[in-house]
């Protein structure tokens, strides 16, 4: 299975944007690419999810690399309430057996927001 | 809808008792699984379930037992507790998005923090 790779940990100012980046070298033609955040004394939640195009939602944008082996997680205008744990993770949607049943965690990028 | 909802939210234990972490998801989620969290660490994964009757090891099983006899319910047992498990546990689900195609998107409980003295 393809793992991820990313930085332990990041700053960002309040109100700047802010690019967390992921690499996935080994990635497969099936894997989904899906971040995830926890905030302070929560359960992880999704931000936001893709497989070959870039995506945005209300929370995030994810800008996914031509040959699909890195991704960057971007917050337009950092708050104080995005100071979170970030995790990059790949789900493989090809079967059973993969990382779509046994959903691996790294340990993320801790993401400091400064006021 | 509620989500995932574990039960407890706290508990305390001595060494060598057992007891049940509960786990009930209502959004008819197939995949079900457990993650343990220690201070300062990331997920790891327990056991999972891709479905009623179907359960897998995963990175750190030892310890731990599950059942999956219902698509809404995933118990996490612990047969005689170690101070090595004094964690914070996190149920997940998962399923599609609406709208969303070929993926699956995990929902996790809010976590129950056990404590084995």
């Known amino acids: 299975d393809a793992k991820t790779t990313q930085p332990n940990s990041m700053e960002s100012n309040e109100e700047e944007p802010v690019h967390l980046p992921c690499n996935h070298s080994?990635?497969?033609?099936?894997?989904?690419i899906h971040w995830y955040r926890q905030l302070p004394s929560q359960g992880p939640e999704y931000v936001i999810h893709g497989l070959t195009s870039n995506v945005n939602n209300r929370m995030a944008s994810l800008a996914i690399a031509e040959d699909r082996k890195s991704s960057t997680l971007i917050l337009h205008r950092a708050t104080l309430r995005d100071a979170a744990v970030y995790y990059c993770?790949?789900?493989?949607?090809?079967?059973?057996?993969?990382?779509?049943?046994?959903?691996?965690f790294g340990p993320g990028t801790s993401l400091s927001v400064i006021p | 809808n509620a989500g995932v909802t574990q039960t407890p939210k706290f508990q305390v234990l001595k060494t060598g008792q057992s007891m049940t972490l509960q786990c009930a998801q209502d959004m008819n989620h197939e995949y079900m699984s457990w993650y343990r969290q220690d201070p300062g660490m990331g997920l790891r994964l327990i056991h999972y379930?891709?479905?009623?009757?179907?359960?897998d090891q995963g990175e750190v099983p030892n310890g731990y037992n599950v059942s999956r006899s219902t698509t809404e319910d995933f118990p996490l047992r612990l047969l005689s507790a170690a101070p090595s498990q004094t964690s914070v546990y996190f149920c997940?689900?998962?399923?599609?998005?609406?709208?969303?195609?070929?993926?699956?998107?995990?929902?996790f409980g809010a976590g129950s923090r056990l404590t084995v003295l």
């Open positions: 993770i790949l789900r493989d949607v090809s079967g059973r057996g993969t990382s779509y049943d046994k959903v691996i």
């Open positions: 997940a689900s998962s399923g599609k998005l609406a709208g969303a195609r070929g993926a699956n998107v995990l929902t």
């Open positions: 080994t990635i497969s033609g099936t894997d989904y």
């Open positions: 379930s891709v479905g009623a009757g179907i359960t």
